[in-house]
Every structure is written in C-alpha cells, then in structure tokens.
C-alpha cells in the first residue's frame, strides 16, 4: 500500500509495488506533463484492477479512452434529474412566455403595424428558416431523438446531416425561431427571452455533451471538427 501526491510518484510506486488497486486523481499538478496514456497503459500491461474517478479534463480523458478505458465526463453544469428533465422544464417555460409575449403584443394591431413589413419580413423568414434547421435536426436524430439531454440508451451518434455542421441544429433552429417571432411580434419581451432561450440551450447542450462523451469514445474527435449552435462560430 503506498500513497502519492505527484504523477511521476505515481507511475514509479505502480512499477515498485504493482497493486491491485489504483485510485488516480486526475489533478495531480503535474499530470498534464504526465503523458496519462502512459500512466494507463502501464497499469493495463500489469493486468491489475484501476477505479478511475470522473473527469473533466479533455485532454486527460482523451488520453484515457485513447489508452481503451471507460472514462466518466463531468460537467460543472447541473444534471437537473436523471435524465436533465429540469432542462426541459426550464425550455418550456421559456416557450411559453415567449408565445405569450407575442401575443399580448400582436394583439390589436396587424402583422407589419410595429416595426415595419421590413423587419416582419425578416421575423418571417427566420421563423421559417428556423423550422427548416429543427426539423432537419430531429429528421437526421430519428430513432436517437429525446427531448431530454441525457441520450437514449443504446442511441448511435449522429454527426452526418445538418449535424455535420453543429452539434445542436435543432436548439439553433429552435433560437432563429424564436427570435423570428420576436421580431414579427415586435415585442421586447419576447428578444429578451429569446436570447434567454440561447442561454439556456448553451448551458443545456454542455450538460448533453458530457453524457454524450461518456457512451460515445469519438464524441471528443466530433467536438473538435464542429460548432456547438452556430456554424464556424461557435
């Protein structure tokens, strides 16, 4: 039995000792200097037991499902229920007011009546372009659709489709939507909330993403070569 407090400690008490157990804190200072794929793969060649606590690291848990362990994402973003419903509890709330919003400001006056057929036109055609990126989203999702951010068990991953360009199109679609209506409504509540609803969804698909990179091992490759929400962006 030995205890550490470096990585380089580590790797050598594992060579003197070679227990059956090992607990390794992936903050060690120095472990980023580490080469963590050597770490792990000299405790695999040993054919000995390792508990791994959840990471957070992306360079260390890419290292970690390079060297064929299970590796544990976290985020600091709450679950908000087993399967985030607390987020899509939050969403519909937003949903809500913002209909609302628009309506209570449509009320009594035409389309175009507030800020101009200009600015109705362009509410228009983001509402319209926003349907067109949701629903290719869900369209490319099919059978791995949830309205959760935990994702479905046994759900293969997605990255061809409109998912070749961002990680989250139907959240993008849902926002150009949402602000689209903002605008045909001409309601200052409803931009609010529309932009509250981008939060919302930024926060949400971080919490996805740490899911979704614990069941998929190239999920980190995919975040590399894409955008979460908006193309080239962000």
Same mark, same amino acid.
Request: charged residues 20%; hydrophobic residues 45%.
């Given at each position: 039995?030995?205890? @550490? +407090?470096?990585?380089?400690?580590?790797?050598?008490?594992?060579?003197?000792?070679?227990?059956?157990?090992?607990?390794?804190? *992936?903050? %060690?200072?120095?472990?980023?200097?580490?080469?963590?794929?050597?770490?792990?793969?000299?405790?695999?060649? =040993? $054919?000995?037991?390792?508990?791994?606590?959840?990471?957070?690291?992306?360079?260390?848990?890419?290292?970690?499902?390079?060297?064929?362990? +299970? @590796?544990?994402?976290?985020?600091?973003?709450? #679950?908000?229920?087993?399967?985030?419903?607390?987020?899509?509890?939050?969403?519909?709330?937003?949903?809500?007011?913002? #209909?609302?919003?628009?309506?209570?400001?449509?009320? $009594?006056?035409?389309?175009?009546?507030?800020?101009?057929?200009?600015?109705?036109?362009?509410?228009?055609?983001?509402?319209?372009?926003?349907?067109?990126?949701?629903?290719?989203?869900?369209?490319?999702?099919? !059978? =791995?659709?949830?309205?959760?951010?935990?994702?479905?068990?046994?759900?293969? /991953?997605?990255?061809?489709?409109?998912?070749?360009?961002?990680?989250?199109?139907?959240?993008?679609?849902? @926002?150009? !939507?949402?602000?689209?209506?903002? /605008?045909?409504?001409?309601?200052?509540?409803?931009?609010?909330?529309?932009?509250? /609803?981008?939060? %919302?969804?930024? $926060?949400?698909?971080?919490?996805?993403?740490?899911?979704? !990179?614990?069941? +998929?091992?190239?999920?980190? !490759?995919?975040?590399?070569?894409?955008?979460?929400?908006?193309?080239? *962006?962000?």
């Amino acid at each position: 039995m030995g205890e @550490v +407090h470096t990585a380089d400690e580590a790797v050598r008490s594992i060579e003197r000792l070679r227990p059956d157990l090992i607990l390794l804190d *992936l903050y %060690l200072p120095d472990l980023p200097n580490l080469r963590a794929s050597r770490f792990c793969g000299g405790s695999r060649r =040993s $054919g000995r037991s390792r508990v791994l606590p959840p990471v957070s690291s992306r360079d260390a848990s890419d290292a970690l499902l390079r060297s064929g362990h +299970h @590796v544990r994402v976290t985020s600091r973003l709450p #679950a908000l229920g087993p399967r985030g419903e607390g987020w899509v509890a939050a969403q519909l709330v937003l949903f809500a007011v913002l #209909a609302g919003a628009g309506v209570r400001d449509l009320a $009594g006056r035409l389309p175009g009546e507030g800020a101009g057929w200009f600015v109705t036109s362009v509410g228009l055609a983001g509402i319209a372009f926003g349907a067109v990126v949701a629903g290719r989203g869900v369209w490319d999702l099919r !059978a =791995s659709l949830s309205p959760f951010p935990r994702p479905l068990a046994g759900a293969p /991953l997605v990255d061809t489709g409109a998912y070749r360009l961002i990680r989250h199109p139907i959240y993008s679609g849902l @926002v150009v !939507a949402a602000l689209g209506w903002a /605008l045909v409504t001409w309601s200052g509540l409803a931009i609010a909330v529309a932009g509250l /609803l981008f939060l %919302l969804f930024a $926060g949400k698909s971080r919490r996805e993403e740490a899911w979704l !990179a614990e069941v +998929h091992p190239g999920y980190r !490759a995919y975040q590399r070569r894409t955008k979460r929400l908006i193309p080239w *962006l962000y």
